[in-house]
């Protein structure tokens, strides 16, 4: 399958319409409003080099600080990044400590350079277990993405994290603002579920992709990627690179993509 690129061999920014351009004058499709991404590999990764999986972990959060970059400047609207789930709790704590502290020094440098770089930061997911220095400066986080515009760059980091959670939880509150008349059963729609989940707000991701190989959800964005294209690569994330995320969406602009059957 040709791919479109430059002479460097790499899609370029876009313009201020949302297309990308090319050297020669041309244009590039605009890229997918909203990707996102299963980050997985990074274990394999360091076992393959004979370094401890927290090796794997560390080389992984560059990729994602490299291609969440990557993807603001080809005019990607929304970057959502499966971090931490529910289930990795059962990991060693070392391991845990290890994915704890590599988020802690990436929130700490983000605090520092969001409103500069125009990066909005949110998290999906259950904050509850997770240590107060970090709910602490997740909070502060999305106090800065309120003061940025909303045409601004944002990134999701999915951090203890399920999709059946997530929706199970969405269903609470549903349920608890019906108990307080607040709600009733009958107004319940997708739009009305939709702005109880962690997402509201965001539009659903056109594309989701999983390196490493494996080819399945793993309990990732369940309800929002009802239409979501999907991309697997052999590649482990830490090896992931621009070229990688270049064959993705070559890939997604390459499909004829049907909702419920009617073409749009």
């Known amino acids: 399958m040709a791919e479109n690129r430059n002479e460097t061999g790499r899609l ?50 560059e990729t994602f600080r490299k291609i969440a970059t990557y993807c603001k400047d080809l005019g990607v609207k929304y970057l959502t990044v499966y971090a931490f789930s529910t289930e990795n709790w059962k990991r060693s704590e070392t391991e845990v400590s290890a994915i704890m502290a590599l988020l802690k020094k990436y929130l700490l440098e983000a ?54 959670d997530e929706i199970l939880r969405a269903a609470r509150r549903f349920a608890a603002n019906c108990a307080a008349g607040k709600r009733r059963p009958e107004e319940l729609d997708e739009a009305v579920f939709s702005g109880y989940l962690d997402s509201a707000g965001i539009p659903d991701p056109e594309l989701i992709i999983r390196p490493s190989g494996e080819q399945r ?27 990688e995320l270049d064959r993705a969406i070559a890939a997604y602009h390459a499909r004829d993509r049907r909702f419920g059957g009617v073409k749009k």
Request: glycine residues 8%; charged residues 25%.
């Open 111 to 164: 605090v520092d350079t969001m409103e500069r770089d125009h990066i909005r930061l949110h998290f999906f997911g259950d904050m509850s277990p997770i240590a107060p220095e970090l709910r602490a400066l997740a909070r502060e986080t999305d106090e800065i993405t309120e003061h940025l515009s909303k045409d601004d760059f944002q990134a999701n980091v999915c951090l203890n994290y399920g999709g059946r």
């Open 217 to 243: 959800l793993s309990n990732f964005l369940l309800w929002q990627s009802a239409y979501a294209e999907f991309y697997y690569t052999d590649t482990l994330w830490p090896d992931f690179d621009e070229a």
């Open 12 to 61: 370029t920014p876009p313009r201020a319409n949302g297309t990308a351009r090319r050297e020669n004058g041309g244009s590039l499709p605009a890229p997918p409003r909203h990707i996102a991404i299963i980050m997985d590999g990074n274990g394999r990764w360091a076992t393959k080099r004979g370094l401890p999986r927290t090796a794997g972990h560390k080389a992984g959060a």
